[in-house]
């Protein structure tokens, strides 16, 4: 008999506290000047424990990352079929940002972290890509990310002006921007 195996309610509300921590320092100060004792202390845990789920603040980082970013892609694959169209896809894209906006609004604030905006870009390019029909890769691959982009900078934009409009206002102009250029069908 199999048994499948859990982690530790206790382990899970201790990482959850160390990423806590991190993204409250992340939202005060530059990635750079965040230490793996400061982490702690707000944790309230000691540096052994962040080093027992974590090898370094960028490993920190990576995983604060790979979790969003594997959330967005769950939400894509979620989609409703039947409402094809990207105000319809980014819905629910916008509506994660929205309730993650503490996370978002560090990533977007701190210039030097590209990696999230290289996931992202990269994720939203080959989703896009998936969905087109030409017979031209470059064209697609182009497209794709030139779309991508766009829908990265516009989020960046509503999160860096503390989203003044709804996230269906954000997805029907995403999708009026992209089908008044054509871009997307």
């Given at each position: 008999m199999e048994k499948a195996i859990k982690t530790d309610r206790r382990?899970?509300?201790?990482?959850?506290?160390?990423?806590?921590?991190?993204?409250?320092?992340?939202?005060?100060?530059?990635f750079e000047q965040i230490t793996i004792n400061e982490i702690a202390e707000r944790a309230n845990v000691n540096r052994g424990t962040v080093y027992l789920h974590y090898s370094d603040k960028y490993d920190l980082l990576d995983k604060c990352i790979e979790d969003h970013i594997n959330e967005i892609i769950t939400l894509c694959k979620k989609r409703d079929i039947s409402?094809?169209?990207?105000?319809?896809?980014?819905?629910?894209?916008?509506?994660?940002?929205?309730?993650?906006?503490?996370?978002?609004?560090?990533?977007?604030?701190?210039?030097?972290?590209?990696l999230f905006r290289d996931r992202l870009l990269n994720f939203l390019s080959v989703n896009m890509m998936?969905?087109?029909?030409?017979?031209?890769?470059?064209?697609?691959?182009?497209?794709?990310?030139?779309?991508?982009?766009?829908?990265?900078?516009?989020?960046?934009?509503?999160?860096?002006?503390?989203?003044?409009?709804?996230?269906?206002?954000?997805?029907?102009?995403?999708?009026?921007?992209?089908?008044?250029?054509?871009?997307?069908s």
């Open positions: 382990i899970l509300r201790t990482k959850q506290s160390i990423k806590n921590s991190f993204l409250e320092l992340f939202s005060e100060k530059n409402s094809p169209g990207i105000g319809n896809e980014s819905k629910p894209v916008f509506d994660y940002f929205r309730d993650h906006y503490p996370f978002f609004s560090a990533m977007f604030a701190n210039e030097r972290v590209f998936a969905k087109m029909n030409s017979s031209n890769p470059i064209a697609n691959e182009m497209q794709a990310q030139f779309m991508a982009s766009a829908f990265i900078g516009i989020v960046e934009w509503w999160i860096r002006k503390q989203m003044p409009q709804s996230t269906q206002f954000m997805a029907d102009q995403v999708r009026n921007l992209f089908e008044k250029n054509l871009v997307y």
